[in-house]
């Protein structure tokens, strides 16, 4: 038996819960009896105290009621092998006894952050106690798996200090939707649902969140280089805009050209990707980056930065470029608005996905319990 711990509900992390419930459905597909555990939102729904007490309430529930409920299934279901699925709830391995315990790391910007790198995630002083708690749980870890090999560098850096051994490996991460071409029928039925969205009119594409590395910023002002050249528009899927990117919209003239999808489903997304002219990604920090994988599976060419795991993740058919280099960023996008460039690039993109595969993962992952003696 398998016991995967998931994340906290209301820390809103989509990206990390969908990779818990991804690893849930392939390992029960697989014939493997698994179970997925995460903290319960118990005192963290009072949260109309404020975002301070709101976040201490909800450590409550991590750190407090958790570990209980932990070591009541522990007992209970008696697993051969513990998987850990987010890097960032690694302390729960103090919790964990006489058991193997995998962890997979998605990415290390917090702990570098904490420990004074630059990755655009400054830590408070109890951010810096969160990070090294963390740190200590991947050290005494079993086995830490990564996503990326950018990843797995930055681990056998950091997590081999202070003389602790655990297997550093990486397993190439897989789609957590399968994403596809659709035919135009079937984008054009999804997309009829989006309000002012003019099916006449060119899009380019930037799906995240409006965290300081994700440089929707720059997304913006890469855009407004376009705009007298090309009658197209910017479609933000993710958190709404702030009010200060908005303003920045106004100040470059784009604020008419900027639209936002801020709650699509999945099905709705697989359709904005296969209309999109590119993926705009210019983030300056990444864990993975999973909407450069997605939209390449669904043909959509992908204009993105060479930092951290990106080109690691777009391969041969990523158009890169310096985080800063907004003009390089501009030129591909105008490239990509001839459609028999789009196509090049959109045969590319094809061909890149196919390297990322959620059941090879899972198998792969699978091989990994074994190797620490799980009777599956």
Same mark, same amino acid.
């Given at each position: 038996?398998?016991? /995967? ?14 990779? $818990? ?9 697989? $014939? ?10 118990? @005192? $963290? ?13 909800? %450590?409550?529930?991590? @750190? ?7 070591? =009541? ?7 051969? +092998? ?9 302390? %729960? ?7 193997? *315990? *995998? +962890? ?45 090999? =950018?990843? &797995? ?23 957590? %939707? ?5 035919? &135009? ?21 930037? *799906? ?25 528009? /910017?479609? @933000? *899927?993710?958190? #709404?805009?702030?009010? !200060? ?15 936002? +999808? ?10 904005? %990707? ?11 920090? &990444? ?6 994988? &997605? ?6 060419? +992908? ?43 959109? !045969?590319?993109? /094809?061909?890149? #996905? ?23």
């Amino acid at each position: 038996m398998l016991l /995967l711990i998931g994340n906290y509900p209301l820390d809103r992390q989509q990206s990390m819960q969908r990779f $818990g419930t991804m690893m849930l459905q392939g390992l029960n597909n697989s $014939g493997i009896a698994t179970k997925l555990i995460a903290p319960r939102a118990r @005192f $963290g729904k009072f949260r109309g105290a404020g975002s301070f007490v709101a976040k201490w309430l909800g %450590y409550i529930d991590k @750190f407090v009621l958790f570990p209980r409920q932990l070591q =009541a299934a522990l007992a209970k279901e008696k697993p051969s +092998v513990v998987h850990i699925c987010d890097h960032s709830n690694a302390m %729960y391995e103090g919790w964990i006894e006489h058991v193997p *315990v *995998v +962890v997979t790391c998605h990415d290390l910007l917090a702990v570098r952050g904490a420990l004074g790198e630059e990755t655009n995630c400054p830590a408070s002083p109890t951010g810096k106690i969160l990070q090294r708690w963390i740190l200590r749980g991947l050290r005494r870890a079993n086995e830490v798996v990564c996503d990326s090999q =950018a990843t &797995e560098a930055d681990a056998r850096r950091l997590v081999s200090r202070g003389g602790a051994s655990p297997k550093v490996d990486f397993v190439r991460l897989g789609l957590n %939707y399968p994403f596809r071409k659709l035919s &135009e029928a079937q984008v054009s039925a999804r997309l009829a649902g989006i309000p002012g969205l003019n099916p006449d009119l060119s899009f380019v594409l930037h *799906v995240g969140s409006n965290l300081r590395r994700k440089n929707r910023d720059g997304a913006l002002r890469i855009f407004a280089r376009c705009k007298e050249k090309w009658n197209a528009c /910017l479609v @933000f *899927v993710g958190d #709404a805009l702030t009010q !200060e990117l908005l303003s920045l919209a106004d100040r470059l003239g784009i604020s008419d050209r900027v639209m936002q +999808v801020p709650d699509a489903s999945d099905k709705l997304l697989e359709a904005l %990707y296969n209309r999109a002219v590119a993926l705009l990604y210019p983030s300056r920090f &990444e864990g993975f980056g999973w909407p450069v994988i &997605e939209a390449q599976a669904c043909g959509c060419p +992908v204009v993105c930065s060479n930092s951290g795991p990106l080109p690691e993740a777009a391969g041969d058919a990523g158009l890169f470029h310096d985080v800063d280099d907004e003009p390089g960023f501009a030129a591909d996008l105008l490239r990509l608005s001839d459609p028999a460039q789009r196509t090049i690039w959109s !045969e590319k993109s /094809l061909r890149n #996905a196919e390297r990322f595969s959620t059941s090879r993962m899972v198998s792969q992952y699978i091989d990994i319990y074994r190797s620490l003696g799980a009777q599956l």
